[in-house]
């Protein structure tokens, strides 16, 4: 199944459209990404003033996160806001999730196990979702879609698979680093 959601934003809200993600892929046969092979990358990406400062790269990181969990191992471009210093992430092509529930590549998670860090609040919503929460809330809210059912049980499982995986990925960095170093608490 395909779909296509337009959005339209007012004239007020210019994008700067299509920054380079830093993990992105090459998807040439024979080159290999420098996140790829770089163990110091997350510090390379950390000295560019766009992510050195501000929200961005903590965007970034849940992003991977949420690209992990629904399998889009496809984020090369992302959007923010012309003109805006500490502008949101904006993440606007989803058009590879859901594929094979069989397939965690968990290389979309680079960004949160190179940089070993996460806002405080996703890791506190991660945990509120996991065993069983999450996909029982997808459920929920997919059966009212007009064109339900969305995703198959096979689905929810990865979901769920993909959760717990994220969740040992971030007790791995708690436990190399500390609390206070992985957990990121941003000021409101």
């Known amino acids: 199944m395909e779909g296509v ?22 998807y040439k046969q024979n080159k290999t990404a420098q996140w790829q092979y770089d ?24 992003t991977s996160v949420l690209d992990y969990l629904i399998g889009n191992a496809d984020r090369h471009l992302f959007e923010t806001f012309l003109g805006k210093q500490d502008s949101i992430m904006l993440i606007l092509d989803n058009g590879k999730s859901f594929g094979n529930p069989e397939i965690d ?6 960004p949160l196990y190179q940089c070993c860090m996460v806002r405080d609040s996703t890791w506190k919503r991660l945990q509120a979702l996991a065993e069983g929460n999450l996909s029982s809330l997808l459920k929920i809210l997919l059966e009212y879609d007009p064109v339900s059912p969305i995703l198959t049980d096979q689905h929810y499982n990865s979901v769920e698979r993909r959760l717990l ?15 206070e170093i992985v957990l990121i608490t941003e000021a409101d």
Request: proline share 7%.
């Open 5 to 26: 959601m337009i959005l339209w934003l007012p004239n007020s809200w210019p994008l700067k459209v299509h920054r380079p993600h830093p993990w992105r892929r090459t």
């Open 105 to 110: 590549e968990i290389t979309i998670l680079a």
């Open 39 to 62: 163990t110091q990358f997350c510090d390379k990406v950390r000295r560019v003033p766009l992510y050195s400062s501000g929200r961005l790269l903590l965007d970034i990181i849940d």
């Open 165 to 179: 995986g994220v969740i040992i990925v971030i007790k791995k960095c708690i436990e190399k680093h500390s609390e």
